[in-house]
């Protein structure tokens, strides 16, 4: 069975740092597309960031390029997302999600899901 399980949210102050890491044990990961969403708190599900299974082709939401990285170890079957210059804004319980091919912006399009993390960023 399929499970990814984020780790990494926590508390911070604005402007600070977190990296949220997704592990995907039982997955045929490096076929995957992985993908970060958040969701706000009255709030619809938003893609953040997505990459390719080979880790040569990226999105970035437009709100988050520039302070957000996303990387992949697939020796590791493991996403990550560097946040850095967080603001009160990226407040949300972080998902990850995974896909067969290309990365999509659409939450539908993701077969896989975790339970998330949750972000609060203090101003």
């Known amino acids: 069975q399929v499970q990814l399980v984020e780790s990494g949210g926590g508390l911070v102050q604005a402007g600070g740092s977190l990296r949220l890491s997704c592990a995907a044990p039982?997955?045929?990961?490096?076929?995957?597309?992985m993908a970060w969403f958040r969701q706000a708190s009255g709030k619809e599900r938003e893609f953040v960031a997505g990459?390719?299974?080979?880790?040569?082709?990226?999105l970035y939401a437009d709100s988050v390029k520039g302070r957000f990285t996303i990387s992949r170890d697939n020796a590791k079957n493991t996403v990550y997302l560097r946040m850095d210059s967080l603001k009160s804004e990226d407040t949300a319980l972080y998902f990850c999600?995974?896909?067969?091919?290309?990365?999509?912006?659409?939450?539908?399009?993701?077969?896989?899901w975790g339970q998330g993390t949750q972000v609060t960023v203090s101003s």
């Open positions: 999600a995974a896909r067969p091919g290309m990365e999509v912006v659409v939450a539908p399009a993701y077969d896989y």
């Open positions: 990459i390719r299974w080979s880790g040569d082709n990226i």
């Open positions: 039982g997955l045929t990961f490096s076929r995957y597309a």
